[in-house]
Structure formats: C-alpha cells, structure tokens
C-alpha cells in the first residue's frame, strides 16, 4: 500500500483515515476495504524513511491528528513507480505443481484435478460478475479492476481447457 | 398473456391435446408448478445421443458421442468446451435442428427423437424459442414484424401478437424501435430483438447457441444481464458458449469435451473450494 499512499499524497497533505477513504471512493466497493490500522502502520513507516513529514494537528474535545505531506524523495519514488512497468501474471504455480506431479504420485487424476480447479473458477467468475453488476456502473476504475480479474480468469480456464485436451 | 385457442394448427387434433396439457408448464414462471406438489418430467431428457457428422471424402467426425443430459424446469445451464467439441450439435439436436444417429430424447416427458420435421417445426414454434450468434434475423422485414411472425405462424391473432411484440420490446429496452431494419441496429440490439422472437411464444424451452458470440463486451453484457432476467422468472435455458465468462451467468454448467460431458458443476452453492474466493482475486499486491 506504500506507492497508492504515496500517490495519493501528491494532491495534497492529507490525514490517514482521509487517505484510506479516498483510496476507497476511487477504488470502489470490489476492491478489498484497506485496513485503517494498516494505513496507519504504512505512514509511518513512510515518514521514516522520509518519503512523508507529518505534523500533528490540535482537535478540540478529540486526540491529535497526524497530517502527512510528500517530500521531495516522497514524489521521486511516486515519479519512479509511474516509469517503471509492472512484471506479468503467473501462471497458476500450485496447481501447476499438482497437475506435474499428479501422473508421478499416481494418488490423483489430473482430469479430476482440472474439473474440480475449473468449478472454483467458474464460481469466482460467476461471483465476479454479481460484484460487476452490483457494482456503481459509473466508477471506471472499479469496473476495469472486475473486468481485469474476470479476463485473468477467462485465460486461466482455457489454459485448463488446453490441459484436459492435451491429457485427456 | 391470456390463453388463447391455437387457430392455426386447429386441424391437428393430437397436437391441440398435448400443446393443452403442456401450456401450464409452458406458461412463464412455469417451473413454480414443481412447488405446487406436482413432481415435472424433466424439460430435457437425452440418453446415449449420438451424432456422426459424414462429409463427403473427409473423415466422419463424432460430434455428440453417447450424451446423457437432465434439464428440470427452470434451470438456466450452459454447455461449454473447446470449439469443435460437439456442444453446438449438442444444442441442434435438443431443438431438432438436426436428428441423432441413436439414443433418446424426451421434451417434457414426451419422446421426440423420432420426430420428422413437420412435427419439431411445431415444437420450435410452440414450447421451443432459439437464439443463435449471428442473430437470424429477417433482414427484410422489420424489428416489430420478426418479432410478431413466430406468433402469428403459431396462429396467434394479429393483436395479440403485436401486444406481446409491444410488452417484449419495451421489456428489452427496444421501444422506438419497432420499424426499424435488423441492419440499421447494433450487435446487441439485434441479439435483443432475436431474443423477443424466441420468447414470444413462451416457449417452455430457450436455447441460446453462443447468444453473446459476436457481440462487444456492452452488448453481451446487456444480453446475458436479460437471459439473467427472464431466468428468475422461471424461464429454462440451455446455452451453448466457449466463453467461461458467458458460462458464469448460467447456475448449472456441463464442460463438453470430445463429444462427451466430462464435467457437470452446479455454481453458486453455498460451498466454496476456494480459500480466497472473490476478493483474492480483487486484491491488488505490491
């Protein structure tokens, strides 16, 4: 979470509990609701490396808050995380495993393992597009995350459709 | 809709009888008659269907090799699997498009795999609603007149198909539309309309052949949000697609591999296999 924090600071100082709503304004309700506590632990750890400096702020009648704003090194690494490209999807690594050595052990049929493995996707798809239509159709960042899981998936189904006809 | 006396095939008197005894079921919302303590037939039956594509000069391919396949009434199941796995031929078999070289098939209850085609051309017209990938529409003819024809050829009078027509267009979102050419609308408009014609009739069974297949990511969403819709009211589906993401609105889906089921998963069950389920795939990792 360090980097989107980060980010997020470029626009301005802000306060942890501001930071974690914004991030879920703009990510939407499909994506896992950030821990409040793990926001916090983050800043801090930004502000000792010096990528934040925060300065608490007097409330009446409640405890101080801390409002952080980017440092220079703070945006050089936002500038460093926009140049650089993200690595690739893997391919299923676990299961990849079980479908290797399945044949070896001779204790499971890669068949069995490849129709049980595409039930779990199918249910995930079929969940995921509930979430797409539940989903406020207006947030483009929510909606392109959904569709980017549902065509992760979409290519590890026909992967396992090439599976069961090599094997089969 | 109201019931009504099927003019048209009158003459028929056997027919007339069984479309009678059928049309409870055939009603929208049909499959609420299982509740009412009447144990259904199946909607489809199919034991050890077997077909064996012969070309001329070119090595018999074996389509559909000893299928067996239960659809009760109102379940909503996709047939999915690798292109040239037999799942279209599958579906062709089960709306009498073609004919099996052996096996069984019952449409509720009633053994029909014998059937010329006089007789399925009643059963598509009547209990039977088709929507194909490249819609099929007649390109000629208006939307509104594609959507009447099936019920005006089922005998229908004139204005109660246009009502019909009217409450399905405005349904799918078509209204405006009506003297418009199939060529002067989108993909997913024209799938729309082809769906108003297999639904017009009620037709206790739909079959979708890959009904999202040539359409963009917009119109297959809208289709698949409709199928989604006339499903919770009871109507029965049976889709046939390639595409896991199209698979995933149905809540049975059979993986047709080589001509055979070789796997036959309910979804949505209360029990998940996966640790991390749908947010795991959400998750974004630094």
Request: proline share 5%.
């Amino acid at each position: 979470m360090r980097l989107p924090l980060l980010a997020l600071l470029t626009r301005g100082p802000a306060h942890g509990y501001e930071l974690k709503q914004d991030l879920e304004k703009l990510l939407g309700a499909a994506y896992p609701q950030p821990n409040i506590g793990q926001v916090y632990v983050t800043l801090g750890r930004l502000e000792k490396s010096g990528l934040i400096d925060g300065v608490d702020v007097e409330q009446s009648g409640r405890p101080n808050k801390r409002t952080y704003r980017l440092t220079d090194a703070g945006r050089e690494a936002v500038l460093a995380w926009f140049e650089q490209t993200a690595d690739e999807p893997r391919v299923r690594d676990e299961f990849f495993m079980k479908l290797a050595l399945a044949p070896e052990s001779g204790l499971a049929d890669p068949i069995a393992l490849i129709n049980r493995q595409r039930r779990q996707y199918l249910n995930t798809m079929r969940e995921l597009s509930r979430l797409a239509a539940s989903e406020d159709r207006d947030n483009k960042v929510s909606q392109l995350l959904i569709e980017g899981a549902m065509l992760h998936l979409q290519a590890d189904l026909d992967w396992l459709e090439r599976c069961q006809e090599e094997l089969e | 809709m109201s019931e009504r006396a099927p003019t048209g095939d009158r003459r028929t008197g056997r027919w007339a009888r069984v479309r009678a005894a059928l049309r409870t079921p055939s009603a929208p919302g049909g499959a609420q008659g299982a509740a009412a303590g009447r144990v259904p037939a199946p909607l489809v039956r199919a034991e050890q269907l077997v077909k064996t594509h012969r070309g001329e000069g070119t090595a018999p391919v074996h389509a559909v090799r000893g299928v067996d396949l239960t659809v009760e009434p109102g379940e909503f199941v996709a047939v999915t699997g690798p292109s040239g796995a037999g799942k279209s031929t599958l579906l062709h078999l089960v709306g009498g498009l073609q004919r099996p070289d052996s096996g069984g098939l019952w449409l509720d209850g009633e053994r029909v795999d014998a059937y010329g085609e006089a007789r399925w051309a009643l059963l598509r017209r009547r209990r039977i609603g088709i929507v194909f990938q490249f819609f099929n529409l007649v390109s000629n003819l208006t939307v509104a007149d594609n959507v009447e024809l099936p019920a005006l050829l089922a005998g229908v009078p004139a204005g109660d198909a246009r009502a019909s027509r009217a409450e399905l267009l405005a349904e799918l979102g078509l209204e405006g539309r009506e003297r418009s050419m199939p060529g002067e609308l989108s993909g997913g408009e024209q799938q729309r309309v082809a769906l108003a014609r297999a639904l017009v009739n009620h037709p206790a069974l739909l079959l979708a052949d890959e009904p999202a297949g040539s359409l963009d990511s917009k119109g297959t969403r809208e289709v698949l949000r409709l199928l989604g819709r006339f499903h919770e009211r009871g109507q029965t589906i049976l889709m046939v697609t390639h595409d896991a993401r199209t698979a995933s609105a149905a809540d049975r889906v059979i993986s047709f591999f080589d001509g055979q089921v070789a796997d036959d998963a309910p979804l949505g069950g209360s029990r998940r296999e996966g640790r991390r389920g749908v947010s795991g795939v959400l998750e974004l990792k630094e």
